[in-house]
């Protein structure tokens, strides 16, 4: 992360503030900058208690964005219609693989893309809120294929060394992540009844932080 107030090192660790900090000065945070609670005695924890905003913190809020149409072989308004070609050829999902899973990578690409033309990155964004509808023939939503989404791009370094810690796809063996990316936003996911687009199982909505300018 590039906001001093969450960083222990230059080895870019993120640490837990615990609630004892607050009268070290970090609260409330210094202008500019944000400081993210999170949760104690967990090395590799998926999403903050909290985000502190210091004033005059530049912020940056998306619209509900869900993922793209980015599989014309199938049908238009289908749920596999928005598999991501570039990472599953042909619309194919590899074993374990859910359609939410699947869904949530490309929303999260589309997210990234978004950040970057507002001159932001993945590891800017401070909260995330999450939609999620239930697939085709079952009685609730996958939250276990959205978090093994989500973690492809958020919340997959270790606190302690820093580095990256393996995300499994589908039912495969954990391997690297998509986007290395330490930041761990706040976060919630429900369920609703409908997306508004037909074949759309999530949608996600940001905020991300500017950094403070080097003065």
Do not use: C, H
Not at 152 to 166: D, E, I, R, W, Y
């Amino acid at each position: 992360m590039r906001r001093s107030a969450i960083l222990a090192s230059a080895a870019v660790v993120l640490l837990a503030i615990p609630a004892s900090a607050v009268a070290g000065g970090l609260f409330p945070p210094r202008p500019g900058t944000t400081v993210t609670l999170l949760p104690a005695g967990q090395d590799n924890p998926s999403i903050a208690d909290g985000v502190a905003i210091g004033k005059n913190t530049a912020l940056y809020k998306s619209s509900g964005l869900g993922p793209a149409a980015l599989n014309p072989a199938a049908p238009a308004g289908s749920e596999a219609r928005y598999i991501d070609t570039e990472v599953f050829p042909g619309g194919v999902l590899p074993p374990g693989v859910t359609i939410t899973e699947a869904q949530g990578i490309n929303v999260l690409r589309r997210i990234g893309e978004n950040l970057a033309r507002a001159g932001l990155t993945y590891q800017d964004v401070i909260s995330m809120r999450v939609f999620l509808q239930n697939p085709d023939g079952e009685e609730r939503m996958d939250f276990n294929g959205w978090n093994r989404a989500y973690r492809q791009f958020f919340a997959n370094t270790s606190l302690s060394t820093g580095k990256p810690v393996l995300v499994p796809l589908g039912s495969a063996a954990p391997a690297p992540p998509m986007v290395v990316n330490p930041a761990r936003p706040s976060r919630f996911a429900i369920e609703i009844e409908n997306l508004p687009v037909n074949g759309w199982l999530v949608e996600v909505e940001v905020d991300a932080a500017y950094p403070a300018k080097k003065k």
